[in-house]
């Protein structure tokens, strides 16, 4: 693409030492390091970096433009703009030819849940004779048994992207699902993505040390549905409290599918049971009945289930062979993994409350009547400290034993995180404390007699453990096995 077609197509204030419009732009840049020559290098203000100040570096390294929302003292092309973090996604979309609108995006939001049912409907596009590729937390994949690659970020910015999107679209493949932080719509990562669909799973608290308030949260995960138009599809889980604010922002010509448990749905579990070997329960779908057997456990997973089966709906793909497909399903990487048999150890991604609470009751629906249940957890650093307390609460609530440990630290001090956790306990008899994590899991293999569960939450599938000068390789999984000593479950 052409400096002259970037400028033609984009809202600019004014136009600084740009001579030579007819310049190809090779790709985009905003992280200065990695500039190349003939990148427009994008000047992105965030929370702790204000790109304006590497512009120079940028440059050096041989970018033809620097697209920025002051004029600044450089000798070099400036294209002055009101918002980079908005442009940003304009110039991407426009660089890549809108790929978007060559595809079928799905776009799955929430709280909790988002990887798992991005990686359910993946399946269900498949069992359809239809490929799909996915993108998310874990990273992104073309298919379901391809391998993972680059996850930096749950939904990638925007340059990112927009590449995926047009690789994809390279591929062939016509059907896309991915999850949608609130992160990333705030930060106009997928402006100009143009979504076909919409997932809500739950709303509950996180991120509120960047979003501050719950209200705001929800705002930024309604970005997704507003921008819904007509011929689009909404699913919207009816039990959450947020359920209905979210159906009053969608266009009233777009298909809403509701599903859920306890309130009136589209979509309805009833007679839910769980065992050792999973959940089974009822699926009501527009008052016909299926019989639906899990190979995955808890009642996040039924709802997650659900909402798989709810986009199938939507899909107009045949409800029972969604469901078939699903039944032969295990988890996803780190969700309510069993990792260990006798004890049974579980390792769960939940950093929430909400999430820490349905993985317990899912883990107490399972354990026998004549164990315990092992609760090991932290909280991570520089992120919302207000989470930490109730979680706290929640684990001294559900579990026989409670073991607080260090989750990803960053830059706070460790046994600040776990002060903050404790103060939700009404009682420390029940708790051990130990701040180095491996540390920690072999105090719950200690504990844990053949008949107990134990759940070590908070990291899941990630590999690492941020510290506070370095990240160092941690994978909660291969010291669960490592501990433990016994037989993958």
Same mark, same amino acid.
């Given at each position: 693409?052409?400096?002259?077609?970037?400028?033609?197509?984009?809202?600019?204030?004014?136009? $600084?030492?740009?001579?030579?419009?007819?310049?190809?732009?090779?790709?985009i840049s905003y992280n200065s390091k990695k500039t190349q020559p003939n990148d427009i290098f994008i000047?992105? &203000?965030?929370?702790?970096?204000?790109?304006?100040?590497?512009?120079?570096?940028?440059?050096?390294?041989?970018?033809?433009?620097?697209?920025?929302?002051?004029?600044?003292?450089?000798?070099?092309?400036?294209?002055?703009?009101?918002?980079?973090? !908005?442009?940003?996604?304009?110039?991407?979309?426009?660089?890549?030819?809108?790929?978007?609108?060559?595809?079928?995006?799905?776009?799955?939001?929430?709280?909790?849940?988002?990887?798992?049912?991005? @990686?359910?409907?993946?399946?269900?596009?498949?069992?359809?004779?239809?490929?799909?590729?996915?993108?998310?937390?874990?990273? @992104?994949?073309?298919?379901?048994?391809?391998?993972?690659?680059?996850?930096? @970020?749950?939904?990638?910015?925007?340059?990112?992207?927009?590449?995926?999107?047009?690789?994809?679209?390279?591929?062939?493949?016509?059907? $896309? $699902?991915?999850?949608?932080?609130?992160?990333?719509?705030?930060? #106009?990562?997928?402006?100009?993505?143009?979504?076909?669909?919409?997932?809500? &799973?739950?709303?509950?608290?996180?991120?509120?040390?960047?979003?501050?308030?719950?209200?705001?949260?929800?705002?930024?995960?309604?970005?997704?549905?507003?921008?819904?138009?007509?011929?689009?599809?909404?699913?919207?889980?009816?039990?959450?409290?947020?359920?209905?604010?979210?159906?009053?922002?969608?266009?009233?010509?777009?298909?809403?599918? &509701?599903?859920?448990?306890?309130?009136?749905?589209?979509?309805?579990?009833?007679?839910?049971?769980?065992? @050792?070997?999973?959940?089974?329960?009822?699926?009501?779908?527009?008052?016909?009945?299926?019989?639906?057997? =899990?190979?995955?456990?808890?009642?996040?997973?039924?709802?997650?289930?659900?909402?798989?089966?709810?986009?199938?709906?939507?899909?107009?793909?045949?409800?029972?062979?969604?469901?078939?497909?699903?039944? !032969?399903?295990?988890?996803?990487?780190?969700?309510?993994?069993?990792?260990?048999?006798?004890? &049974? $150890?579980?390792?769960?991604?939940?950093?929430?409350?909400?999430?820490?609470?349905?993985?317990?009751?899912?883990?107490?629906?399972?354990?026998?009547?004549?164990?315990?249940?092992?609760?090991?957890?932290?909280?991570?650093?520089?992120?919302?400290?207000?989470?930490?307390?109730?979680?706290?609460?929640?684990?001294?609530?559900?579990?026989?034993?409670?073991?607080?440990?260090?989750?990803?630290?960053?830059? !706070?001090?460790?046994?600040?995180?776990?002060?903050?956790? =404790?103060?939700?306990?009404?009682?420390?008899?029940?708790?051990?404390?130990?701040?180095?994590?491996?540390?920690?899991?072999?105090?719950?293999?200690?504990?844990?007699?053949?008949?107990?569960?134990?759940?070590?939450?908070?990291?899941?599938?990630?590999?690492?453990?941020?510290?506070?000068?370095?990240?160092? #390789?941690?994978?909660?999984?291969?010291?669960?096995?490592?501990?433990?000593?016994?037989?993958?479950?």
């Amino acid at each position: 693409m052409r400096l002259d077609t970037l400028v033609d197509n984009i809202n600019y204030i004014e136009l $600084v030492n740009l001579e030579d419009l007819s310049e190809e732009i090779a790709g985009i840049s905003y992280n200065s390091k990695k500039t190349q020559p003939n990148d427009i290098f994008i000047c992105l &203000t965030g929370e702790h970096v204000d790109g304006h100040e590497f512009a120079e570096e940028a440059v050096a390294n041989g970018a033809c433009a620097c697209v920025v929302e002051r004029r600044l003292n450089l000798d070099a092309p400036q294209i002055v703009v009101s918002d980079t973090s !908005e442009i940003i996604a304009q110039i991407s979309d426009l660089f890549y030819a809108s790929p978007s609108k060559k595809l079928n995006i799905i776009g799955v939001t929430g709280t909790n849940g988002k990887t798992t049912v991005t @990686h359910l409907i993946q399946k269900i596009y498949e069992a359809n004779n239809q490929e799909c590729a996915l993108i998310g937390t874990l990273g @992104h994949k073309f298919f379901s048994g391809d391998n993972y690659r680059d996850a930096k @970020h749950t939904t990638p910015q925007a340059p990112e992207l927009q590449a995926l999107l047009y690789k994809i679209n390279e591929k062939c493949i016509k059907n $896309v $699902v991915m999850e949608v932080s609130s992160h990333a719509l705030v930060q #106009h990562r997928v402006d100009y993505c143009d979504f076909n669909g919409a997932v809500f &799973t739950n709303l509950t608290q996180d991120h509120l040390d960047f979003h501050i308030t719950m209200n705001n949260y929800f705002k930024a995960k309604a970005i997704l549905f507003e921008n819904l138009v007509a011929g689009d599809f909404a699913v919207i889980n009816a039990d959450d409290e947020y359920a209905s604010r979210f159906m009053e922002v969608i266009s009233p010509t777009v298909n809403i599918v &509701t599903y859920g448990v306890n309130m009136s749905a589209d979509i309805k579990a009833k007679n839910v049971v769980f065992n @050792h070997d999973g959940a089974s329960f009822t699926c009501v779908v527009r008052e016909k009945e299926y019989n639906v057997k =899990l190979k995955m456990n808890g009642m996040f997973s039924v709802y997650n289930v659900l909402a798989a089966i709810a986009t199938a709906y939507a899909l107009k793909f045949d409800v029972e062979k969604s469901i078939k497909t699903l039944e !032969e399903l295990g988890g996803v990487a780190g969700r309510f993994e069993i990792i260990i048999n006798k004890p &049974t $150890v579980i390792v769960d991604y939940a950093h929430t409350p909400d999430g820490l609470e349905n993985v317990l009751k899912a883990a107490k629906d399972i354990k026998p009547s004549d164990g315990k249940l092992i609760c090991l957890f932290g909280c991570g650093g520089d992120r919302d400290a207000t989470k930490r307390p109730k979680m706290g609460r929640i684990a001294e609530e559900l579990a026989d034993k409670v073991i607080v440990t260090s989750d990803n630290p960053r830059s !706070e001090d460790p046994q600040q995180i776990i002060t903050d956790i =404790l103060a939700g306990f009404k009682s420390v008899n029940n708790v051990i404390v130990e701040p180095d994590r491996e540390l920690a899991i072999k105090e719950a293999y200690k504990l844990a007699n053949e008949n107990d569960v134990v759940l070590v939450a908070g990291k899941g599938h990630e590999d690492y453990q941020i510290l506070a000068d370095e990240t160092i #390789h941690f994978d909660d999984r291969e010291k669960v096995r490592e501990i433990f000593g016994k037989e993958i479950g």
